[in-house]
């Protein structure tokens, strides 16, 4: 009885405060068949509780890395990077790539290049003068060694017909 004496005075006395703390709050965006790459993979990150910076960290990239591509801010798409977050984040069967140039870079560009100039009997030489771009470039982008810009992308879109 005593200490229950001696808690009630004690009560009048002092004044407590329960912090819980808790992961990350953040709203996690809808998204749509017409959402972009970036929109698709932030929702599934935070989806997953995943940071930003965990995320990279996780790849080997730096948290800005993730940020540009989520706010769809990069300017030259990195297949690798792409792959890498949409396999951490286990979305291959969820993601839509919706964008015909990241569809195009990701699905074997170099093949899909050999193939239209093949096709239409074109030479590197006579590519590259369509496309407004040195004959070396047309060669890195057939090897594999280069990726196709956007601007690139559209000018090939525009050859293609």
Request: net charge positive.
């Amino acid at each position: 009885m005593a200490i229950k004496r001696l808690l009630y005075q004690l009560q009048k006395k002092f004044t407590s405060e329960v912090v819980i703390h808790t992961g990350p709050t953040w709203s996690v965006p809808k998204i749509s068949a017409t959402s972009t790459l970036g929109e698709q993979i932030k929702y599934y990150r935070r989806l997953a509780g995943i940071k930003q910076r965990d995320l990279a960290l996780r790849l080997g990239y730096e948290r800005g890395v993730i940020d540009s591509l989520e706010n769809d801010e990069i300017k030259m798409v990195n297949v690798n990077l792409i792959r890498d977050v949409i396999k951490e984040l286990d979305i291959e069967d969820k993601v839509v790539i919706n964008d015909d140039y990241i569809a195009f870079v990701l699905n074997e560009p170099d093949q899909q290049l050999l193939e239209f100039r093949r096709k239409n009997h074109l030479t590197r030489v006579e590519l590259s003068r369509m496309m407004g771009t040195h004959i070396s470039v047309i060669k890195k982008w057939e090897r594999g060694q280069s990726i196709m810009t956007r601007t690139s992308y559209n000018k090939l879109k525009k050859c293609m017909g």
